[in-house]
């Protein structure tokens, strides 16, 4: 999917994902609606309220992008360090909050007479989620279109990691203790320990053992590029699961995939606005204002989708939540590129 060099642009199955996702959809609530037996089957592989076929998918999805972050790049910190604070602050004192005011705003009062109280609930734990997991993977491929420094990438990508592990749990908790939703906290340690956890320290060991008896160029040139698909296979593969799940519910309420939508996309550009121009108030150039900007306004669904299944099950509205988060997040971000891309005028071009 992206590359922490940024030399590889977006391809097919990213720059066509939401075509992808609205497949699966299709495929998902065809599977779940004609052939019951799959999810009912699919139902019984479970260990501990998790699918345990979801999560080998999710691990799929996961573990190449921690394969691309080179946390030895934190050592240049203090390069680019206003972009660093920008993205610190954004992604984890503005964009959980905002998301969740946004969420709740439409959910519990626009649409208060066209989604029933209990599912609203639901809906807005999945967009807490989204909130409090900025992107770490695709923010690469955001990176290169918008011509960002991608020193200044990988090292905002490689903290925003360290800080995801400290102040996920917490905030989550939080946000949803606010909006009156359940906290499983056992259950939310053991989603951030199995989905972020586990594949970020395989990705550091895999990255520095095959690098240190196979050399650099093998692990980015051979070995990474083998995981380029496993990704947004996985991806795909999980979201028709999750719509044969969810197959009843869509059928009996499709019009709440577009209510949905909406808190979700104005979310995105409150949050690029709002780096964006104090990026500009700032004074950064644009190969570090871009990247800084796209970070905290797209999202590191994979975890989402993984947590919200773990927290509240597969069947849940939560869950369907993270995954209209997949559907609205590639053309959404490829507008704010377009958008990124024709104000660069805006910012000194380079340091």
């Known amino acids: 999917m992206e590359?922490?060099?940024?030399?590889?642009g977006i391809g097919v199955f990213e720059r066509y994902l939401t075509v992808w996702v609205a497949?699966?959809?299709?495929?998902?609530?065809?599977?779940?609606?004609?052939?019951?037996?799959?999810?009912?089957?699919?139902?019984?592989?479970?260990f501990a309220e998790i699918s345990l076929p979801i999560a080998v998918l999710i691990w799929l999805m996961i573990y190449p992008m921690m394969l691309k972050v080179d946390f030895t790049s934190i050592v240049d910190v203090t390069k680019?360090?206003?972009?660093?604070?920008?993205?610190l602050v954004v992604n984890w004192l503005i964009k959980p909050f905002t998301m969740f005011a946004i969420a709740w705003f439409?959910?519990?009062?626009a649409f208060a007479n066209l989604i029933e109280a209990n599912l609203a609930n639901e809906y807005l734990a999945g967009a807490i989620l989204l909130g409090a997991a900025p992107c770490t993977a695709m923010v690469f491929v955001w990176s290169h279109l918008t011509k960002g420094n991608p020193s200044y990438t990988v090292v905002q990508v490689a903290i925003n990691n360290l800080v995801l592990l400290l102040l996920f749990t917490p905030i989550v908790g939080l946000l949803l203790g606010v909006g009156n939703i359940p906290v499983p906290y056992n259950t939310l340690l053991l989603s951030v320990v199995l989905f972020v956890v586990i594949p970020l320290m395989a990705g550091i060991v895999s990255r520095v053992l095959i690098i240190k008896y196979k050399g650099f160029e093998y692990f980015s040139e051979v070995f990474v590029k083998k995981f380029r698909h496993v990704t947004v296979v996985g991806l795909l593969l999980t979201l028709i699961i999750i719509f044969t799940f969810q197959a009843t519910t869509i059928i009996e309420n499709p019009f709440h995939i577009l209510l949905l939508a909406i808190p979700l996309t104005i979310q995105t550009f409150f949050i690029?606005?709002?780096?964006?121009?104090?990026?500009?108030?700032?004074?950064?150039t644009h190969d570090v204002a871009a990247p800084a900007a796209m970070i905290g306004a797209s999202n590191f669904f994979e975890l989402a989708v993984a947590v919200a299944i773990a927290l509240y099950g597969v069947h849940s509205a939560a869950a369907l939540t993270t995954v209209v988060g997949v559907l609205v997040e590639v053309p959404?971000?490829?507008?704010?590129?377009?958008?990124?891309?024709?104000?660069?005028h805006w910012f000194k071009v380079t340091a």
């Open 332 to 344: 959404v971000m490829l507008t704010l590129v377009a958008i990124a891309n024709k104000t660069r």
């Open 106 to 109: 439409f959910l519990n009062i």
């Open 23 to 46: 497949i699966c959809i299709v495929v998902g609530i065809a599977i779940g609606h004609f052939i019951p037996a799959v999810p009912t089957n699919l139902d019984r592989l479970t």
């Open 3 to 8: 590359n922490t060099n940024n030399k590889v």
């Open 272 to 284: 690029f606005s709002i780096a964006y121009f104090a990026a500009k108030a700032w004074r950064l």
């Open 80 to 87: 680019n360090g206003r972009g660093l604070v920008l993205t």
